[in-house]
């Protein structure tokens, strides 16, 4: 027979964390007397930097860390101590009491199990009842978490599901017993702009719907606006500030959480651009079909339609703009980015520096590449990390300059470090060894030695904290004022591209919906599609 939740008293928090210090082995604490409380019904915010123990503060919630040694402190559970719990108690609050979303749930879901068995086995687990109830309580939460076509979904592994809806799944999961606290670690980090707001509206209307607590563990200040009634700011494992939202946003006390606040794009007056000067950049009708399979039933020798990832895109980029281009996933940013560098095979017409590059082999595409570079979202797996800095930022030299001797190119070396902030005794250094940050600035570094016209961002600053993203947008602005760069900037940040554009492009299913003046979209947006983008902003 499963434990009854536990039940506090009316005037006591759901979930007390107090004094508690934690520690990986002998090292320095990664958890320093933090206290927070969490009412019943309370939407708790938890913001802070990549590093400042968020995500092992709501870990040591549900005591899934063996490697933590807890020095102090008490973690209350109504009238049960999580810290000092045996093994077997905690196993029937975990999913049923308390429920957790994990960050990336295509790693949190078993790759081997179907959606529906997934579910069913925390009901199973704590609850129990027949097959038949229990598959029906299936289909009902991926009915809640608005999953279309349930009974389908179900049979679904997580593979054949898309990012939102896997991530609708791991709710339906978490949400499987009721439990009165959820947790909820960057639940929409890994998701478009329209997603995250679907997500949270939901998540909001659910804990509602439930009467749950939720502590939201997001480094998205927007999202804490929106969705949290407290919220306290961690740094270095400690809780700095903590308050109402209206409140701690209106009035921050903490430096700390003030540099936070600050890191918000804002926008900020862009370099003037000619708008007769002739394009660097340019694209006329680009299209990208791609095969594929699947679909119903059909004779072997019948091939499946093709799939148009671009349709009849066009743009132009004048010497020293930035064209933002926004769109949710699979709206063809990434592949109009891939069919402007030459990467793969486009019909259209594509002219860089003035030059129509239209029935260019791979090979002769090669010498216009010095002109055009991308720096690509993840810098850590763009990086080569059997390569030092030095090895990668020269790389493109030996293909486009092999002329240079060791002592010309090692100047070009420490110049576009320079550049771009690092110190030139990193050159010897491997990826591993810098934040998050730094190699970002390493890519854009690799990109800048051949002295390119237009650079593509492609979600340059998804991955990085609040004050690191801010850091790297300074960086990018100051990069463009020195040497006049144009950027085909792509995210699905409408905050940077506000602050970034001078002008912005929206995708949807490949097609060009719209495009203008930044402020005159964000201001007056004409298409339905641009209209829902601006309004999560």
């Given at each position: 027979?499963?434990?009854?939740?536990?039940?506090?008293?009316?005037?006591s928090?759901?979930?007390?964390?107090?004094?508690?210090?934690?520690?990986?082995?002998?090292?320095?604490?990664?958890?320093?007397?933090?206290?927070?409380?969490?009412?019943?019904?309370?939407?708790?915010?938890?913001?802070?930097?990549?590093?400042?123990?968020?995500?092992?503060?709501?870990?040591?919630?549900?005591?899934?860390?063996?490697?933590?040694?807890?020095?102090?402190?008490?973690?209350?559970?109504?009238?049960?101590?999580?810290?000092?719990?045996?093994?077997?108690?905690?196993?029937?609050?975990?999913?049923?009491?308390?429920?957790?979303?994990?960050?990336?749930?295509?790693?949190?879901?078993?790759?081997?199990?179907?959606?529906?068995?997934q579910?069913?086995?925390?009901?199973?687990?704590?609850?129990?009842?027949?097959?038949?109830?229990?598959?029906?309580?299936?289909?009902?939460?991926?009915?809640?978490?608005?999953?279309?076509?349930?009974?389908?979904?179900?049979?679904?592994?997580?593979?054949?599901?898309?990012?939102?809806?896997?991530?609708?799944?791991?709710?339906?999961?978490?949400?499987?017993?009721?439990?009165?606290?959820?947790?909820?670690?960057?639940?929409?980090?890994?998701?478009?702009?329209?997603?995250?707001?679907?997500?949270?509206?939901?998540?909001?209307?659910?804990?509602?719907?439930?009467?749950?607590?939720?502590?939201?563990?997001?480094?998205?200040?927007?999202?804490?606006?929106?969705?949290?009634?407290?919220?306290?700011?961690?740094?270095?494992?400690?809780?700095?500030?903590?308050?109402?939202?209206?409140?701690?946003f209106?009035?921050?006390?903490?430096?700390?959480?003030?540099?936070?606040?600050?890191?918000?794009?804002?926008?900020?007056?862009?370099?003037?651009?000619?708008?007769?000067a002739?394009?660097v950049?340019?694209?006329e009708?680009?299209?990208?079909?791609?095969?594929?399979?699947?679909?119903?039933?059909?004779?072997?020798?019948?091939?499946?339609?093709?799939?148009?990832?671009?349709?009849?895109?066009?743009?132009?980029?004048?010497?020293?703009?930035?064209?933002?281009?926004?769109?949710?996933?699979?709206?063809?940013?990434?592949?109009?980015?891939?069919?402007?560098?030459?990467?793969i095979?486009?019909?259209?017409?594509?002219?860089?520096?003035?030059?129509?590059?239209?029935?260019?082999?791979?090979?002769?595409?090669?010498?216009?590449?010095?002109?055009?570079?991308?720096?690509?979202?993840?810098?850590?797996?763009?990086?080569?990390?059997?390569?030092?800095?030095?090895?990668?930022?020269?790389?493109?030299?030996?293909?486009?300059?092999?002329?240079?001797?060791?002592?010309?190119?090692?100047a070009?070396?420490?110049?576009?470090?320079?550049?771009?902030?690092?110190?030139?005794?990193g050159?010897?250094?491997?990826?591993?060894?810098?934040?998050?940050?730094?190699?970002?600035?390493?890519?854009?570094?690799?990109?800048?030695?051949?002295?390119?016209?237009?650079?593509?961002?492609?979600?340059?600053?998804?991955?990085?904290?609040?004050?690191?993203?801010?850091?790297?947008?300074?960086?990018?602005?100051?990069?463009?004022r020195?040497?006049?760069?144009?950027?085909?900037?792509?995210?699905?940040?409408?905050?940077?591209?506000?602050?970034?554009?001078?002008?912005?492009?929206?995708?949807?299913?490949?097609?060009?919906?719209?495009?203008?003046?930044?402020?005159?979209?964000?201001?007056?947006?004409?298409?339905?599609?641009?209209?829902?983008l601006?309004?999560?902003?």
């Amino acid at each position: 027979m499963p434990l009854a939740h536990p039940a506090p008293s009316s005037d006591s928090p759901l979930l007390s964390i107090q004094h508690l210090t934690a520690r990986f082995d002998a090292a320095s604490p990664v958890l320093s007397e933090i206290s927070l409380d969490i009412q019943p019904g309370q939407r708790v915010a938890l913001v802070g930097e990549s590093g400042s123990g968020k995500t092992i503060t709501a870990l040591s919630i549900l005591r899934l860390l063996d490697a933590v040694q807890y020095d102090s402190g008490s973690i209350r559970f109504g009238d049960l101590d999580l810290l000092t719990a045996p093994e077997s108690t905690l196993r029937t609050v975990r999913g049923r009491s308390i429920g957790m979303i994990f960050q990336e749930p295509m790693t949190a879901l078993n790759p081997l199990k179907t959606i529906g068995a997934q579910i069913a086995e925390v009901i199973v687990e704590h609850e129990g009842g027949s097959k038949t109830d229990i598959q029906e309580r299936v289909i009902e939460l991926l009915r809640q978490v608005q999953l279309p076509d349930p009974e389908w979904r179900a049979r679904s592994f997580p593979h054949q599901l898309s990012g939102g809806q896997r991530q609708r799944a791991m709710i339906a999961m978490a949400l499987a017993c009721r439990p009165r606290l959820l947790i909820a670690d960057e639940p929409t980090t890994a998701l478009d702009v329209t997603l995250q707001a679907q997500i949270m509206e939901l998540l909001t209307a659910l804990q509602a719907q439930f009467g749950m607590a939720l502590l939201l563990i997001t480094h998205d200040l927007n999202l804490v606006r929106r969705h949290a009634d407290w919220v306290a700011v961690m740094q270095h494992g400690r809780i700095v500030e903590q308050g109402d939202v209206a409140g701690l946003f209106r009035a921050p006390e903490h430096p700390y959480t003030r540099t936070l606040l600050a890191a918000v794009p804002k926008p900020e007056p862009l370099p003037p651009v000619d708008p007769s000067a002739p394009p660097v950049l340019a694209a006329e009708r680009l299209s990208v079909r791609f095969a594929q399979g699947g679909g119903a039933p059909r004779r072997w020798w019948q091939r499946a339609p093709d799939f148009r990832a671009l349709d009849g895109v066009s743009l132009n980029l004048a010497p020293g703009e930035t064209l933002g281009v926004i769109g949710e996933s699979g709206s063809g940013k990434s592949t109009l980015a891939l069919a402007l560098l030459h990467l793969i095979p486009a019909e259209g017409r594509i002219d860089v520096v003035g030059q129509s590059v239209q029935g260019y082999s791979e090979r002769r595409f090669r010498s216009l590449r010095r002109h055009i570079q991308i720096v690509f979202q993840d810098p850590f797996g763009a990086l080569s990390p059997r390569m030092t800095v030095g090895e990668i930022i020269g790389e493109g030299l030996s293909v486009h300059e092999p002329q240079l001797d060791a002592t010309a190119r090692r100047a070009r070396i420490r110049a576009a470090m320079a550049d771009v902030g690092l110190d030139e005794s990193g050159m010897h250094r491997y990826p591993h060894e810098f934040s998050g940050g730094q190699r970002q600035r390493i890519a854009i570094a690799r990109a800048l030695i051949l002295r390119p016209k237009i650079l593509i961002l492609d979600e340059p600053t998804s991955a990085l904290d609040a004050t690191v993203q801010k850091q790297t947008l300074d960086l990018l602005r100051q990069l463009q004022r020195d040497h006049g760069l144009s950027y085909l900037f792509i995210t699905h940040d409408l905050r940077v591209v506000r602050a970034m554009a001078h002008r912005v492009m929206v995708l949807y299913r490949g097609q060009v919906v719209e495009t203008g003046n930044t402020g005159d979209v964000f201001s007056a947006p004409q298409h339905p599609y641009t209209q829902t983008l601006v309004a999560t902003v």
